[in-house]
């Protein structure tokens, strides 16, 4: 029985080594190859948090892995911020009026991402409204000139991981359908590993000191699409949001 | 100081998309030369300059594709404008050269009752511009796209990133088959194949919802394209695209241009966030998404 346990206890700790110790595929400049067609299966999109089902938004379990109570360690005016938020967010939230939906957010959207790789650029192409973002692999700094909606994100290796750290980022994004929000002192980094063949693990650790108390961690898998015939097609939000208004006009 | 910056990026995209755009009652181009470009740049219409210098050769990817990476600025005359030779001038549409080169006319071979859809739509729905809208453009239209892009090369891949609207077009070099036609994009499906040192590029599966131009030179879902893209040297790109759509043209056309590197070898391109911050439709009415209440003339 005690060796049981101790058996057990062994194959739980050797779990993450196991899975570190997968090597990817390379490309051709020597690199991880993380390319392919990827999505989440997860409902982070409707709020990072454990959340219970309402009408239309399935529940979902926290990808917050720290802090350890699966929340957004907000600062007390922000969490007031969050919940008018999550009561405006029919007319609030930025992706209802089809607007570039910001890092993290379009990675876990329930629309499929097209990462390629060039020695200079890693590229991840979202389904929604075409959105690309071109993480810089060149060595080069943030710009000091703008904000983006996408941020400005620039990237290089740590072994088998993609490191990208993301900034300028614009203010006017949210981070789910719930109202999660952050400020233009948004500090992204993202570590993207592939852990087997078919299975990205992706962390962002989130800083921003306007509306948190500290820095905070998401962690989820992306899995790829094997369908043989994957590609992705398209979804022009605001063409259908005109179309959608041209019918209720009618 | 950052948001102030970045202000200034959004206002300046605003400008930018009422400068592009078709306004209608805005002030004429007179003799058919543009706007912008450096000095002298001008017989090469808006946002062209002059021919590229002769580069090195070609180089080749990893994967032993003509390397055409790297940041290119489209040559077409005016085609941004009009994609046919315009000798009259429009509101908002100065008198200049298309980028058709068969016919030699340098029209668009439209049967008859397709014309007349062209010119009702200049004439009097030019607030149905997609562009305006800020949808993506279509195939070929994306070739001549104002502000240019980058071209990556992944295996197997041949990407075209876009400045305009951050839109990119992904067409797959691994000889698959089109997808069904029941699918229709913006974009269409594109597949290309290197025939040489030629990329051919088939586009099928568009949705008829995209123009050639802000002039009211529409498509429809039965749109074939193939465009023949050459890489000349590592400074220049021949391109041209067949059109055919017998439902609207007596015949196929060709447009032919060419697109010259970006001298700026740390050229990164920047955001254009088009439904962000576009005013666009301020000028077209309530029906198609804008505030005007009457609808312009």
Aim: glycine share 8%; hydrophobic share 35%.
């Amino acid at each position: 029985m005690r060796k049981h346990a101790v058996v057990v206890f062994l194959w739980i700790a050797v779990l993450p080594l196991a899975a570190q110790s997968y090597k990817a595929p390379r490309t051709p400049d020597g690199h991880p190859d993380l390319q392919g067609i990827w999505q989440v299966m997860n409902t982070a999109a409707v709020n990072l948090e454990d959340h219970v089902a309402i009408l239309d938004m399935p529940a979902g379990r926290s990808i917050i892995v720290d802090p350890p109570d699966g929340k957004i360690p907000y600062t007390p005016a922000a969490a007031q911020q969050q919940k008018e938020n999550f009561k405006n967010r029919a007319k609030a939230d930025p992706l209802n009026v089809c607007y570039i939906p910001g890092v993290p957010r379009v990675m876990y959207l329930p629309f499929p991402i097209q990462i390629v790789q060039t020695p200079k650029f890693v590229l991840m192409a979202s389904e929604f409204a075409h959105t690309l973002r071109r993480v810089f692999m060149d060595g080069t700094k943030h710009p000091d000139v703008a904000l983006f909606w996408i941020g400005d994100s620039r990237g290089h290796w740590d072994g088998e991981t993609l490191v990208v750290d993301t900034a300028n980022n614009l203010p006017d994004t949210w981070l789910d359908r719930s109202g999660n929000f952050h400020s233009d002192a948004l500090h992204i980094v993202e570590r993207i590993t592939r852990t087997d063949a078919d299975t990205l693990t992706y962390q962002a650790t989130l800083d921003d000191p306007q509306v948190y108390t500290r820095p905070w961690t998401i962690r989820m898998l992306l899995y790829r699409h094997k369908e043989p015939n994957a590609t992705l097609l398209e979804y022009e939000c605001n063409a259908y949001l005109e179309d959608a208004a041209k019918e209720r006009n009618k | 100081m950052k948001k102030t910056l970045n202000l200034m990026v959004a206002t300046v995209t605003a400008a930018a998309l009422i400068m592009f755009a078709p306004i209608p009652g805005a002030s004429q181009q007179k003799g058919g030369k543009g706007k912008g470009g450096p000095p002298g740049a001008e017989q090469y219409g808006p946002y062209y300059a002059a021919p590229a210098k002769p580069g090195e050769p070609v180089g080749r990817t990893p994967d032993g594709q003509p390397d055409m990476q790297g940041f290119w600025t489209p040559r077409f005359n005016q085609a941004i404008f009009e994609v046919q030779d315009h000798p009259t001038a429009q509101p908002g549409i100065g008198a200049g050269k298309g980028a058709i080169v068969d016919p030699p006319d340098g029209r668009i071979p439209y049967r008859p009752e397709a014309a007349a859809k062209a010119k009702e739509l200049l004439a009097k729905q030019i607030y149905l511009e997609p562009e305006a809208h800020c949808y993506v453009s279509g195939v070929p239209h994306a070739a001549y796209q104002q502000f240019g892009y980058q071209i990556v090369q992944p295996a197997g891949y041949v990407l075209f990133l876009t400045e305009y609207a951050h839109t990119y077009r992904a067409i797959p070099t691994d000889g698959r088959p089109h997808i069904s036609p029941n699918v229709k994009l913006f974009r269409g499906d594109s597949v290309g194949k290197w025939d040489g040192g030629t990329l051919v590029i088939d586009t099928t599966n568009q949705n008829g919802k995209t123009w050639f131009d802000m002039a009211g030179n529409f498509t429809t879902q039965a749109i074939h394209v193939v465009e023949r893209i050459t890489p000349v040297d590592t400074n220049n790109i021949n391109y041209e695209a067949v059109v055919d759509d017998a439902t609207i043209y007596t015949q196929p056309w060709k447009i032919s241009g060419q697109l010259g590197r970006h001298p700026d070898q740390n050229m990164e391109l920047m955001e254009f966030a088009c439904v962000e911050g576009n005013q666009d439709l301020v000028h077209y009415t309530e029906g198609v998404g804008g505030k005007a209440k009457e609808k312009p003339r």
